[in-house]
């Protein structure tokens, strides 16, 4: 089945890529390139085997149970994926609710406004030259007000969720492996699905509501298409005067601390031969590691974090 819906995304992607580049539907030819990356990746992972249950193991966890349990028993849901490593119904809520605050988003602020934003950005940041800038923002207006961006928009943004939880994945499997646990790769994707599911729920419900509450200037367009939930010490410390501060705190809030005991839960029981000390070093680790990466963003564009 995964091997079908990996080879469907890849036509789909080529078939997009192809009416983008005879014009037909401008702007497709990117969603389309990316549709087919994906296909790829799916298809990819549809050879990773998945090992058999043994005949003691408990009956799989429903569906509903697992995507509620999570909040506030997150124990026996990984000790169940242990045996039953079951990942789509996590990945369908994160989904859901990103598609809905992301076609909120779009509807308040503009799309574009949404669109431009990004690309001021790049202009002060000397990246586009002066003569280019205003053929470069019509075409991203047009762009902007294409109904296949509106399509597209959405499913790109599940699309790059899935890719990032299965680079997670992989990361998690490989300091599992350094720390002489034990962790199949569909097990290592439940633990990212199902620890990044609560914390991404909980800041695109709130999120949601405070886009309604804001005006529609007050808002941060960059910032705000990931969420308005500002419980981190960013707040602290203003970018402008303090961009790598901000960064980093920016990476230390209470729905970061949430997720990351989280993974470290889900390493514990989803998992074998992983001590509590372990699992937290190898969360605490993959944090470092996007810190890293934002700190080097901030210092590549810093008009971005500005």
């Not at 990103?98 to 950005?121: C, D, M, N, S």
């Not at 034990?182 to 633990?191: D, E, M, P, S």
């Not at 990931?226 to 920016?250: N, Q």
């Not at 996007?290 to 963003?297: I, Y």
């Amino acid at each position: 089945m995964r091997r079908i819906v990996g080879i469907v995304l890849f036509a789909l992607g080529v078939v997009l890529i192809a009416l983008g580049v005879l014009k037909i539907l401008p702007g497709a030819a990117q969603a389309g390139g990316f549709s087919a990356f994906i296909g790829l990746v799916v298809f990819g992972l549809s050879f990773i085997r998945q090992a058999a249950p043994p005949a003691d193991a408990p009956a799989p966890m429903p569906p509903f149970e697992r995507v509620t349990r999570i909040f506030y028993e997150p124990r026996p849901v990984f000790e169940n994926l242990h045996f039953h490593p079951r990942w789509l119904a996590a990945f369908l809520v994160i989904a859901i609710f990103a598609v809905i605050y992301h076609v909120a988003f779009v509807q308040r602020i503009g799309p574009e406004v949404i669109a431009l934003a990004p690309i001021e950005k790049t202009i002060e940041s000397g990246w586009i030259p002066p003569e280019s800038a205003e053929q470069i923002k019509e075409q991203t207006r047009e762009q902007a007000r294409s109904w296949v961006t509106r399509v597209t928009g959405p499913l790109s943004e599940v699309g790059g969720i899935f890719l990032f939880m299965c680079v997670v994945a992989a990361l998690l499997l490989l300091l599992a492996m350094i720390f002489g646990g034990r962790l199949t790769y569909w097990q290592a994707l439940c633990v990212a699905m199902y620890s990044s599911m609560p914390p991404i729920v909980i800041d695109k419900v709130v999120s949601l509501i405070l886009l309604y509450i804001k005006a529609p200037e007050d808002i941060e367009v960059i910032r705000g298409q990931r969420g308005l939930v500002r419980a981190d010490l960013g707040i602290l410390f203003s970018p402008s005067e303090h961009p790598y501060l901000y960064t980093i705190g920016s990476m230390i809030g209470l729905l970061t601390i949430y997720g990351l005991w989280l993974q470290a839960t889900g390493l514990r029981h989803g998992g074998q031969k992983l001590s509590s000390m372990s699992a937290w070093t190898i969360s605490l680790i993959i944090w470092g590691i996007g810190l890293v990466l934002a700190l080097v963003a901030a210092a590549l564009f810093p008009a971005f974090v500005t």
